[in-house]
DNA sequence: AAAATTATTGACGATTCGTCATTCTAGAAC
DNA sequence: GTTCTAGAATGACGAATCGTCAATAATTTT
C-alpha cells in the first residue's frame, strides 16, 4: 500500500461545509421564529433547504444537537456583543453594567437564539446532543465568563474593589453571571409574565446589579453615581455602534 | 329536555382522579430519575401504570403537558418547603436566608423535579401545555412570589429595610427571585459543570445573598452577623424538622 | 333493572425521527 | 482525457412515538 498521507484535512471541502452549516442554522432559526418550537421539524427543515436529511444528519447526530448547535450560534453573537460593549468608554464598574446591558439587549432582540440557549440547556437535549458539540458549548460559555473575570481583576488592580475575604474571583463572576441569567430567562420574551408583568425591565434588571456591585462596595457606589444615564448612555452606544466585521484585525 | 342538573360535579370521581393522577406523577418521576428524560416515553408510562393510553391521555392533553404537571408538583413541594423554612427562628435577613436555602436543598435533594421545572420552561413544553395547567403553574409561582414579598414588607414595617427610592416590592421581590433561580439552574444537578466546577455552591450561594441584601442595607449586614453560622445551622433545621403532613390544622 | 351518562381501552393512523444501500462527485493517478 | 477511488449526498424505508376514537365497560340516574 502506498504511504498515503491519510488526506486527514479536506482542503476546501470543510470550508463549505462550515457554510452550509451555518446557512442550515439560520434557516432553522427562521422556521422557529415563524412557526414556533413545535414547527421545527427535521423533514421540514430538509424541504426548505436545499440538501438531502442524510445530509442534514451529517451535520447534527439529532434533532437535540441541532438546538445545542443553535445555542453555540446564540454564544458566539453574545460574545461579539461583549467585545462592543467592552469599548463603550468607562470606568470598570460602568464595563460591568455594559456586559449585562449588551446581554440584556441580546436576549430582547433575538428572542429566538435566546429561547434556544435555554432549551439547549435542558436535559432532555443535552442528553442527546453530541459530546463534541456539548465540549465547544461549554468552550464558548467558558470564554464569556473570563471575559468577566478579566473586568473583576482589572477593577481588582485598580483598586475601586477588594476581594471579599475568602472569595474566589470565579465566585464574584458565577454571582454576576446567576443574577444575569436568571433576570433574563425571567423576563424571557414569550409568555408575558403574570409573576412579573408590571415590572420594568429595564430599571430592574440596572437594580439587581446595583444591588449586588453596592454589595461589593464596587465604586462608584449607586449613590456616588447616576447609572441610570451610564445605561442609557450605552444602550445608545450599543445601538449605533457600527459592528466590527467578523475577522477584522482592527 | 329535561332539565338536568347538569351533574358537572363529579362527587367522588373526582378525588379518584386526583389520586390517579399524582401516582401517574410519581411514576413518572422514577422513569425520569431511572432512564433519564429521553427514556420518558408515553408507551413506556403506559406499560407500567396500571391504566391504558386513553385514560393517561384524558389527564395529559399531551406528552408536554406532562412536563408542566410535573413542574406544578415541584412549585407545591418547594411551598412546603417554604412554609417549613419560614418556621424556623431568626431575624427577617435570616428568614429570607431561610427561603433561598429552602429553594436550594430542594435543587439539590431533588434534581429530577428541578430538571422537570427548568424543562417546563421550556418554549417547545409550553407551546404544547394545556392553558388551564399553565395557568395552574402560574399561580403557584404567584404563591411563591407573594411569600416573599410579604417577608420584604414586614421587614420594611419592622425597620430593618428600606425601600429604595422609586422602587416597588414587587421589583425586590424579582431580584431575590432572579438570583436564587439563576444560581440554582447554573449549579444545577446535571452535568459537572466545567464553568464553575471548583466553586462550592453552599458559600458561593451565600455570597451572592449577601451581597444583595447587603446592597439592600438590609440590617445585620452580613458584617454585623454571621450569616454562615446562620445557614448551618438552618441547614440542619430543615433537615431534621418533622415534616408537618399536609392538610393538618396544627 | 333499564336507560343514560361517563370513563376506559387498546388497536390504529399519522407523524416524526434517524438509517443505509445506492448513487453521485470531485479530484488523484495515469 | 480517461479511469479510479474516497468520500459525500440522496431519499426511500423501518422504527419509534405520539395522539385518537369507535367500541366497550363501569357507574349513576330514573
Redesign the pocket.
Same mark, same amino acid.
Given at each position: 500500500m502506498p504511504a498515503k498521507p491519510a488526506?486527514e484535512a +479536506?482542503p $476546501?471541502?470543510l470550508l463549505a $461545509?462550515q457554510l452550509r452549516e451555518q446557512e442550515l442554522l439560520t434557516l432553522a432559526q427562521h422556521i422557529l421564529q415563524q412557526d414556533g418550537f413545535a414547527g421545527l +421539524?427535521?423533514?421540514r427543515l430538509t424541504a426548505l433547504s436545499s440538501?438531502? $436529511?442524510? +445530509?442534514i444528519?451529517?451535520h447534527f447526530c439529532? $434533532?437535540?444537537d441541532l438546538f445545542t448547535a443553535l445555542s453555540v450560534d446564540s454564544l458566539q453573537r453574545q460574545l461579539q456583543l461583549f467585545a462592543r460593549a467592552l469599548q463603550i468608554p468607562g470606568h470598570s464598574r460602568e464595563q460591568v453594567l455594559a456586559l449585562h446591558l449588551a446581554y440584556h439587549q441580546f436576549s430582547m432582540t433575538e428572542p429566538t437564539l435566546f429561547l434556544c440557549l435555554l432549551t439547549a440547556n435542558t436535559p432532555g437535549v443535552i442528553e442527546?446532543s453530541s459530546p463534541s458539540r456539548l465540549a465547544l458549548r461549554q468552550q464558548l460559555e467558558m470564554q464569556l465568563v473570563t471575559i468577566c473575570q478579566q473586568l473583576i481583576a482589572q477593577a481588582i488592580a485598580e483598586g475601586s474593589l477588594q476581594l471579599p475575604a475568602k472569595q474566589s474571583l470565579d465566585a464574584l463572576a458565577f454571582v454576576q453571571w446567576a443574577q444575569a441569567f436568571g433576570s433574563n430567562a425571567l423576563f424571557k420574551p414569550t409568555q408575558q409574565l403574570g409573576l412579573f408583568g408590571q415590572l420594568e425591565p429595564q430599571s430592574t434588571m440596572l437594580l439587581g446589579i446595583n444591588l449586588l456591585l453596592d454589595g461589593l462596595n464596587w465604586k462608584p457606589l449607586s449613590k456616588e453615581w447616576d447609572y441610570h444615564a451610564s445605561w442609557q448612555r450605552m444602550m445608545t452606544a450599543l445601538a449605533s455602534e457600527p459592528l466590527l466585521a467578523d475577522g477584522q484585525t482592527n
Open positions: 488526506s +479536506t $476546501k471541502r $461545509k +421539524t427535521m423533514d440538501v438531502s $436529511k442524510g +445530509t444528519y451529517n439529532s $434533532k437535540e442527546k
